[in-house]
């Protein structure tokens, strides 16, 4: 099964990824179902799926084929400025569906649920919350005193930050060192903190902005601090015994 599902999984990244250029995307969004690329990117799709599964399960290519080509047509019809990026993952989840669906078709199997609420699980996934959005809550309340007294004194005629991107950098910085922690690979979070000083210290040092530099600093000391924590913790957990 899990051979089956992985060429499976490999026919759509091949066909919606590798071998979908910029320009065929763009014509399909100015003429929707009239676009010939549409109907070309349909034939790769359906070559991949052939070729990988060497011409078997023809009944569940079939259906693949059918139902990415109503999927695409739909997203094409509904697409706007607006909603293409929803769109881009609603669109997903259903070609992954139906590839699910034509999985479980060929060669039945069960989902065990269960074992998202096992204890290791549900530790892990508390772990992650917290290292993500619960320590990012955590900062914002501990730096608040600090940053109306750094907004005041930034330099006017400096560069603006992109919308959320401190957040996501946050997010993404707290994930790294908490998985470099459960790995044991404690050099990686130095270099971590190494590349993420060489690409602040030239907005630091033009800036010349002693209270903006204490305040990335505290922020950027206290995000790496509760991730290492957390990474700790989340191993001492691991290894209690289980009740």
Do not use: C
Not at 127 to 150: C, H, K, N, W
Not at 206 to 228: C, D, H, M
Request: glycine share 8%; hydrophobic share 55%.
């Amino acid at each position: 099964m899990m051979l089956l599902a992985l060429k499976l999984i490999l026919a759509h990244f091949i066909g919606d990824f590798v071998l979908q250029p910029a320009h065929w995307v763009a014509d399909k969004l100015k003429n929707k179902g009239r676009s010939k690329y549409l109907y070309f990117h349909i034939g790769v799709h359906a070559l991949a799926l052939l070729v990988l599964l060497q011409f078997q399960y023809l009944g569940a290519v079939a259906v693949i084929i059918v139902t990415h080509y109503l999927i695409d047509l739909g997203k094409l019809s509904l697409t706007n400025p607006k909603n293409y990026r929803w769109l881009f993952v609603v669109d997903q989840v259903l070609h992954l569906l139906v590839l699910g669906g034509m999985l479980y078709w060929i060669s039945p199997f069960t989902l065990d649920f269960k074992a998202i609420f096992t204890e290791n699980t549900l530790l892990l996934i508390t772990f992650l919350v917290f290292v993500t959005y619960v320590s990012g809550i955590i900062m914002r309340m501990l730096l608040a005193p600090y940053i109306d007294e750094v907004a005041k004194s930034d330099e006017p005629g400096e560069g603006g930050s992109l919308k959320n991107a401190g957040t996501y950098i946050g997010m993404l910085e707290r994930l790294f060192v908490f998985g470099f922690i459960l790995m044991q690979q404690w050099a990686a979070i130095g270099l971590l903190i190494a590349a993420k000083s060489v690409f602040r210290f030239g907005d630091l040092n033009k800036g010349k902005n002693r209270k903006l530099t204490e305040y990335v600093l505290i922020g950027t000391l206290l995000s790496f601090g509760l991730a290492i924590l957390s990474g700790m913790l989340y191993l001492y957990l691991e290894d209690l015994p289980t009740t």
